[in-house]
């Protein structure tokens, strides 16, 4: 298996297939092979994360430290936690397109 497609706990994903598509979650777990859950801190909650196929996710390359290091620590991550990564990752992406003049 193609390791570049292998989530990780903490990833930033854009949805590509389904009700929520064109939205960003966060990966929380790995389900199986082809699977991973993924919750938005505010529609989605930690407490009921999706289970998503891989191939209707687009894994980004920024990774929450933040969550990350929750999971690691507590096996769990608050839904406000989720939502700060979100919002975080949103704005930087934001502000790198107007720099670039997008």
Do not use: C
């Not at 497609?5 to 966060?26: E, H, L």
């Amino acid at each position: 298996m193609d390791m570049s497609k292998v989530p990780q706990i903490g990833q930033i994903v854009r949805v590509k297939q389904g009700r929520d598509s064109g939205k960003f979650a966060v990966a929380i777990g790995v389900a199986d092979q082809r699977h991973v859950w993924i919750a938005d801190g505010d529609k989605r909650k930690f407490e009921q994360p999706k289970k998503k196929n891989l191939i209707h996710l687009e894994l980004l390359p920024a990774i929450s430290s933040e969550v990350a290091d929750s999971m690691a620590e507590s096996g769990r991550v608050t839904n406000g936690k989720l939502r700060f990564a979100l919002k975080k990752y949103v704005d930087e992406s934001m502000l790198e397109a107007q720099e670039k003049g997008e």
